[in-house]
């Protein structure tokens, strides 16, 4: 059984930093894709980040360009989401999701969802 376990969301002020964590588990990730995507209340979900597995390629979206990083650890078999500059506007449900997709920026390309981890940036 597939797991995808998001960690280290919280409350952060606007220009402080969070990084978030994606534990994997139950099958061998090396020919996907990972990704993390977010969705705000009234608001579709949106694209964040992917990067593969197996080389390391990353995708962001412009949004959070030079802002946000992904990455990953294959040992540990963890994807991580580090955040700086956090702006209001980066409040949301942050999910880690898993696809044998490269670099898809598309939802529902996504096969493996995790249960998603709330980050709140007060102004």
């Known amino acids: 059984q597939v797991q995808l376990v998001e960690s280290g969301g919280g409350l952060v002020q606007a220009g402080g930093s969070l990084r978030l964590s994606c534990a994997a588990s139950?099958?061998?990730?090396?020919?996907?894709?990972m990704a993390w995507f977010r969705q705000a209340p009234g608001k579709e979900r949106e694209f964040v980040a992917a990067i593969t597995w197996s080389s390391g390629n990353t995708k962001h979206a412009d949004s959070v360009k030079g802002r946000f990083t992904i990455s990953r650890d294959n040992a540990k078999n963890t994807v991580y989401l580090q955040m700086k500059s956090l702006k209001p506007e980066d409040t949301a449900v942050y999910y880690c999701a898993g696809a044998r997709v490269y670099l898809s920026t598309t939802a529902a390309s996504y096969d493996y969802w995790g249960q998603g981890t709330q980050v709140t940036v007060s102004s």
């Open positions: 139950g099958r061998t990730f090396s020919a996907y894709t």
